[in-house]
């Protein structure tokens, strides 16, 4: 397995690639994990790290690659690219069977290289859409520019590759639509079981440090986030939404003589653009409704699930969105912004209501939910049975067939797609990318 990023860094990418990993070596795979190794105060460092678990099965190993920071993305390391003899050493003894690249930045093209080197069958998951993210990283670009750098990017992997794997329909179709005709095998990243079942014991304790860490919140309608905090995460249209609805809850409390207290934010994550997000709240006089919890471990997050009446979710870029699936697994209904991965998860208004984006129809569900216990208990009903198709188990046995498939196809001598030439080119805007990140890093 190849990443560019692992723990104690967190994002949608680690948690799959862990996810998997764990299955895999339960099940009696070896699995390698090649990815950067980060500093000792590393700022995003994160509390909880699950590589104990791991570390502890002789099927696992893990190697980390000397690296520096990133000037654009603070949280981000990039590997130094002198490591590449280490990294071809360490794989010419561990002999892999397969090539799983997980990333697209330096470590990510070792993997491809390798393989295309070793002759090694080579499947590549397409997490990231980069020509909707490059701007974010890259704001001095013009955005005609950062999507066709993105595009040249992923193309890269998806000809390099022999099979590719997409989390959602979304990304499969991009596939096709990038003139890639490689096999695609639609497979998102599962949750694992201890997601559907509730610890007490951890539950309590995690009630316990919410209300004891924020007495304020005991009396409050809770809406949650979860997830880095990202400029691409859309958190501030979040804000409006949190006025609106405590303006419908106040509504509702003089016309009905009802008790319906005020609603409060928790952001469950950090991030590059948590000062940004501060300042934000601050401006729009939020403050006393708005809570940072910082990094929440997986476990204590499953816990947090079952604490709050609401996951509100305003992200527009997002592959697949593994925490609305996470969410629903609890059995906490959803309002989310319908756009890309959102729409390949809820199909609809499965486990919540996926709506436009649009702060009067955005705060309307959530009020809906908040004022009516029917509704929010059909809602949770629901969400708890569509979040099942995303069990770990059975797509892990999807994962272990493509495999199976990718490693045939390979031996069989069937060719990925893409010239030379075109490989080539797309070999060279990565390290224009490469090179960027050295320059100003």
Sequence with gaps: MFSDCYYPRVNGVVVSVYSFVQELVNRGHVVKVITVEYPDDYEFSKKGDPDAGLMDNPNFSLNRLSSKEIIFSKEDRLVRIKQWNLMK????????????????????????????????????????????????????????????????????????????LAPTPHTAETVRKYGIDTPVELLPTGIPDSMFQVDEVRLEKVREDLFSRFPQLKDRRLLLFAGRVAKEKNLPFLLPVLRRVNQLLQEQRVQESAVQNRAALLVAGDGHFMAELKELVKREGLEEDVFYLGYVG?????CLYHLVDVFTFPSKTETQGLVTVESMAAGLPVVAI?????????????????????????????????????????????????SRRWSMGALTDRLEHAYKVCIADCKAGKKTGGSELEKALSATTVLTIIGIGYLFG
């Design 89 to 164: 050493s360490i794989l010419d003894a561990f002999e892999p069977d397969v090539v799983h690249i997980n990333s697209e930045w330096l470590v990510g093209y070792f993997g491809a290289i390798y393989a295309r080197h070793r002759h090694i069958p080579c499947i590549f998951t397409f997490h990231t859409l980069w020509e909707d993210y490059i701007q974010n990283y890259a704001p001095l670009l013009r955005e005609k520019l950062s999507k066709k750098i993105g595009r040249d990017i992923v193309k890269f992997y998806l000809k390099s590759a022999n099979h590719i």
């Design 298 to 302: 997986r476990e204590d997050l499953s």
């Design 338 to 386: 319908g756009e890309m991965g959102t729409i390949d998860v809820m199909q609809g208004d499965n486990g919540g209501f996926m709506v436009e984006e649009d702060v009067e129809i955005f705060s309307q569900r959530v009020f809906q939910l908040l004022s009516d216990p029917a509704l929010h208990k059909r809602k949770s009903q629901e969400g708890l049975q569509w």
